[in-house]
């Protein structure tokens, strides 16, 4: 399929639109809903099993196929491309030696995080289908060209970089983020999870590496 030039405007609209809706869903919306709800289950089900995926998944998937000329890798291709995952192995392994290492050790041992809850891996199974869905399948899909791909995925990382602005702020950790250099490690891994998209033409990559790198971090304690 030869790629066309993608009008700006339904570019930017897009995320806009859909920054701003998520913005208001975690700044005010969702801490209303958990505040009314004392099941962890229905919360995590409700926030992240369906309203995550209304916001991001369902509307990144319907712009690529609304602009499929204009995509890098074509929609369905990018559901169907072959894997050699043992390629990808080593970059799961590294990531839970990199969360062992970065958690400190209570009486020498590393086991699970005090405040994980069983109910996290709600989110945990969807975070990377609809981040993933819409930060490569849609927007790095739209812009990349063979002679922009870095820079492409460079300003790909900004934008996956905003996108935990809201949740950030909501925690009040939005500060922290910046001045304990966190954020450095949100833009390492979108320029991974966004290679892996260019290497391998396929969603799942980043979605699985996604997956990995946030249950690591979020289960080991």
Not at 65 to 90: C, D, F, I, M, Q
Not at 94 to 112: M, Y
Not at 180 to 200: C, D, N
């Amino acid at each position: 399929m030869k790629q066309n030039n993608i009008p700006l405007k339904p570019l930017l609209l897009s995320f806009a639109v859909l920054y701003g809706i998520w913005a208001v869903w975690e700044l005010w919306l969702n801490p209303l809903m958990t505040s009314h709800l004392s099941n962890p289950w229905l919360s995590n089900l409700l926030g992240d099993g369906i309203v995550k995926n209304l916001v991001w998944t369902l509307p990144a998937f319907w712009l690529m196929g609304r602009y499929e000329p204009h995509l890098y890798v074509p929609r369905k291709e990018l559901l169907t491309a072959k894997v050699n995952w043992l390629k990808w192995l080593p970059w799961m392994v590294g990531f839970v030696v990199f969360a062992i290492l970065c958690t400190p050790a209570e009486d020498g041992r590393i086991g699970i995080a005090a405040d994980f809850h069983p109910s996290d891996f709600v989110w945990l199974a969807v975070v990377g289908i609809t981040e993933e869905s819409f930060a490569r399948g849609w927007l790095l899909n739209a812009t990349l060209r063979e002679d922009n791909k870095w820079k492409a995925i460079f300003l790909n990382a900004l934008a996956f970089l905003a996108i935990h602005f809201p949740i950030w702020i909501h925690k009040g950790i939005f500060v922290t983020a910046f001045t304990s250099f966190g954020f450095v490690t949100i833009l390492l891994l979108s320029i991974l999870f966004s290679w892996s998209f260019v290497k391998t033409r396929s969603i799942a990559v980043p979605v699985v590496l996604h997956v990995v790198y946030d249950l690591a971090v979020t289960v080991i304690g």
